[in-house]
């Protein structure tokens, strides 16, 4: 089952690095992470995703995440009610049908295109999960040259 969690942690040399390594000391695969300055420089919020087989070992993770002195608060997402958004960059090939895609796009989704020329096209988008998926199967007949995407971030309702 695909956990997020969000630790607020003091903005501090190494400690992503000791976060991360409580995560691959028992054998988690951070699928994907975040981390960026919240409202008070002093303090970031990192967002992990990952993908949890054992219940009681995440616990394990989450307390001693909790007891590192540079950790403020952690929070487990299961179980709240959240928005999670992810922002990609996306590079596809043009051709006589990318106008009718992105036209669809813009008016399906909140999708910018940031760059067009002769042979590509660079478009930003920013959703949940399932909306991703959905912009990503529209642009297949385009052709993505490169993808990159950002880890997902998350907030409390």
Known sequence: MKHTI??????????LARVASLFSA????????AVGETQDPAVSCMTFVVNAEDERILEQIKKQLSKL????TVVDFIKK????????????NRSSKS??????????LNVKILEEKDSYAVIEFAGDHNQIN????ELKPLGVKELVRTG????TK
């Open 69 to 72: 002195i540079d950790v403020i």
């Open 26 to 33: 028992r054998g988690y695969n951070i699928d994907s992470l």
């Open 81 to 92: 009610d959240y928005i999670d958004r992810e922002l990609l960059l996306v590079k596809v």
């Open 6 to 15: 969000q630790a607020l942690v003091e903005n501090r040399f190494g400690v």
């Open 134 to 137: 959905f912009f990503l199967d």
């Open 152 to 155: 997902k971030v998350a907030i």
């Open 99 to 108: 106008k009718e895609i992105f036209s669809k796009l813009k008016k399906e």
